[in-house]
């Protein structure tokens, strides 16, 4: 304990598993924008989608129901439990992940994190910038590497969609015929290396799905709380002003 | 209509016969004179009053549906933000309450030191209210740790482990707070008990007696003047005025503008970035994985960056000379030998302290310090006026670098250490302390304005 005081005093960093920050994307600069918008609905049901099919694999989102999200999105139940539960769970049941636990780690040396609040702990940018920044990576355990969480175990598991890309290679010469400096493999950006069954575009559309509905599921009471809170507002500021009255009709008798 | 009239009155005639009701109602109410003249600063009172109630309601909701168990406690956080009817919102209230709670106490801690409200007679109510802060202060870190997220896991480690640093007893007592090695299952449980019943009942008693002293003394206003010095044929202060029905609505108006604002950040904004609400504390508890900072949420970290500051080095080229400077003023200022004799010995064993004992424990004995040294200022305070309006450029400056110094401690007590920002706090430190040690001359020295008979007013 002393050695712990000793050394968050001293602001060294502790073990080599310290997490990432909140806005930070790893080998990147910076993030990529994305566009949140939960009003949009079909964008929701369609991250909600890829994620059932793709994501709930591994990774549970066991703070989450299946009706609840059902209800909110406008899935009926029966397509609910025809096309979005593949593990025999009720509708009421959480959405626990299929991978038991001890599986997980002899596979990937790693069990998936629970992605209920990924984009809360994370960011939205940050969740939105990993997904679409995988590329081939001969050395590692998965065959696969992150720019934004270098030596991270899970594989690419979209690769299908978006192909496999690899850090741009060095350009001898540039557009216009000018030579330029040759540099070496850059970190920070990847190219494509064998494309996929769809365009960047589409990918990246599919992916900002994804994202908007992993902000939905890291707080579904954000689709109620927006609108409660203009009403408390509009009361509020109509309270304020008989308050307001009331305390000028009684302070006139204060000379 | 009389009869009814006449009923109501039978009926309370009856209670006050064997309650004090409506006697208690005239004292501390209807008949209670309060300044005339109080300012935007005169309503964090209130609205402190208004937090505590809205924090111990919601409390109670959150209990209903939370579990104090180091396997259960985050899953039960994350039910009642989703299956529990309206618990996002208890929730969100609760939390933003916790932030607001410390907001509206720093401001009303901040209007004693503009008009002296600390000062005779109202030193013991002062006195009772720097023990609320700190009440408040164990209330939120341990209400902190119960979400059981990585931050609240990684923070109370850190801030137990504090305890280690006591010479001889320090181990040990930091393992009976703990009731473990580690923070785990036991710290979890016992903190849920201290933070909804031990602690919350402290905190009403203390409020309860805050309220009678200032009642026993009444109220000082921004001018600083005493109104019960001026009063009436009846016996009522002439610059008095009922705090019901005048104060009662104006306070409403106030606590309305507040609500306006509590509104804002519960159903729109409630992690405000990062500061109410922590990005880490969105994992649960991990014993394996440190969050990249760990820190303390925003209001705790004015003291945690006085803890961050005092390095070895700070000891050596900072609070030496401190220590040296300070006793050679008051050798040189005071003229009586004992008072000479007990700062000598007092800076003498300060010194060899400081050769001898680490850094780190000066830093915990300062933190102790930044906070104790607040129920001194009722008499570190010499001047002959209490208000910052008839006090002169001394006192002004003092408390301007003080409150930034305050501030920017706050701002970087959030930040790794390193660099600029550490020799920023280290400068913070000084600051801070110097506004307390000196503080006895720069208001003996400082030239002040005539105080008017009355309350100045519009």
């Not at chain 1, 010469?173 to 400096?181: F, H, I, L, R, S």
């Not at chain 2, 609400?277 to 969105?282: A, I, K, R, S, Y």
Request: with cysteine; aromatic share 14%; net charge positive.
């Amino acid at each position: 304990m002393r050695t712990l005081l000793l050394l968050v005093l001293m602001g060294l960093p502790l073990g080599g598993h310290a997490a990432e920050g909140h806005n930070e994307c790893g080998q990147l600069a910076k993030c990529d924008p994305v566009k949140i918008d939960l009003r949009d609905q079909p964008s929701l049901q369609r991250g909600a989608r890829t994620f059932v099919n793709y994501c709930l694999p591994c990774h549970g989102a066991s703070y989450m129901r299946y009706n609840r999200m059902g209800q909110d999105l406008g899935i009926p139940e029966d397509l609910l439990k025809e096309d979005m539960i593949f593990t025999g769970d009720k509708v009421g049941d959480l959405m626990k992940t299929a991978m038991r636990k001890e599986d997980a780690k002899e596979w990937l040396k790693t069990a998936p994190p629970d992605l209920t609040l990924v984009t809360r702990w994370r960011s939205p940018e940050w969740v939105y910038t990993y997904l679409r920044n995988f590329y081939r990576d001969d050395k590692s355990a998965s065959g696969w590497n992150n720019l934004v969480f270098p030596n991270v175990a899970m594989p690419h598991v979209l690769y299908e969609w978006q192909g496999e890309l690899r850090p741009a290679q060095p350009t001898a010469q540039a557009q216009d015929g000018k030579p330029v400096e040759k540099t070496a493999p850059t970190s920070e950006r990847l190219e494509v290396a064998k494309p996929g069954a769809k365009t960047a575009a589409e990918f990246d559309r599919d992916m900002r799905d994804l994202t908007n509905f992993l902000v939905y599921l890291g707080e579904p009471a954000k689709l109620d709380r927006y609108r409660i809170g203009v009403y408390v507002l509009i009361f509020l500021a109509v309270f304020l002003v008989f308050a307001y009255l009331l305390k000028k009709e009684y302070w006139k008798d204060v000379h | 209509m009389n009869t009814k009239a006449g009923a109501w009155r039978r009926l309370l005639g009856w209670v006050d016969d064997r309650y004090p009701l409506s006697e208690t109602w005239e004292a501390h109410l209807s008949k209670y004179y309060a300044p005339k003249n109080f300012n935007f600063w005169y309503y964090f009172g209130s609205l402190a009053l208004v937090v505590l109630v809205l924090q111990i309601l919601t409390g109670i909701f959150l209990t209903m549906h939370y579990k104090p168990d180091t396997g259960l406690a985050f899953a039960s956080v994350e039910y009642i933000m989703r299956d529990v009817d309206w618990g996002w919102l208890i929730r969100y209230l609760h939390s933003t309450g916790a932030s607001l709670f410390f907001v509206v106490v720093y401001l009303h801690m901040f209007r004693a030191f503009l008009y002296g409200s600390h000062r005779n007679p109202r030193e013991l109510l002062w006195i009772i209210g720097v023990v609320i802060f700190i009440a408040l202060m164990a209330e939120a870190f341990m209400g902190y740790l119960l979400p059981w997220g990585n931050m609240s896991y990684w923070g109370a480690q850190v801030i137990i482990s504090l305890f280690d640093a006591i010479p001889v007893v320090g181990p040990g007592l930091a393992e009976w707070i703990r009731g473990d090695f580690v923070v785990a299952d036991a710290t979890l449980n016992r903190f849920f008990a201290l933070h909804v019943v031990a602690v919350p009942l402290v905190l009403i008693m203390l409020v309860f007696i805050h309220i009678v002293a200032l009642h026993k003394v009444g109220s000082n206003n921004p001018d600083g003047i005493e109104i019960k010095k001026k009063k009436d044929a009846r016996g009522i202060p002439l610059d008095g005025i009922p705090f019901h029905p005048y104060y009662t609505v104006k306070d409403i108006v106030g606590t309305t503008v507040f609500l306006i604002v509590f509104t804002v950040i519960a159903f729109f904004i409630p992690e405000l970035w990062g500061w109410f609400l922590e990005h880490d504390n969105f994992i649960p508890a991990n014993i394996l994985q440190t969050p990249q900072e760990i820190k303390p949420l925003w209001y705790f970290t004015p003291f945690y960056s006085i803890l961050r500051a005092t390095t070895s080095d700070m000891v050596a080229w900072g609070l030496t000379p401190l220590v040296i400077v300070m006793a050679a003023l008051i050798i040189f200022s005071v003229k009586r030998a004992r008072t000479r004799l007990v700062t000598s010995a007092i800076a003498a064993l300060l010194l060899i302290g400081f050769y001898f004992i680490e850094a780190k424990v000066w830093g915990v004995v300062l933190m102790g310090l930044a906070l104790g040294a607040f129920f001194l200022v009722p008499w570190l305070d010499r001047s002959p006026v209490k208000s910052i309006r008839y006090r002169g450029w001394m006192y002004k400056t003092a408390l301007t670098f003080f409150t930034i110094a305050f501030i920017v401690l706050g701002y970087l007590g959030t930040k790794p250490p390193s660099g600029l920002y550490s020799l920023l706090a280290k400068i913070g430190l000084v600051i801070y302390f110097l506004f307390f040690l000196l503080m006895p001359w720069y208001t003996t020295f400082d030239k002040t304005k005539p105080v008017p008979e009355r309350v100045t007013w519009k």
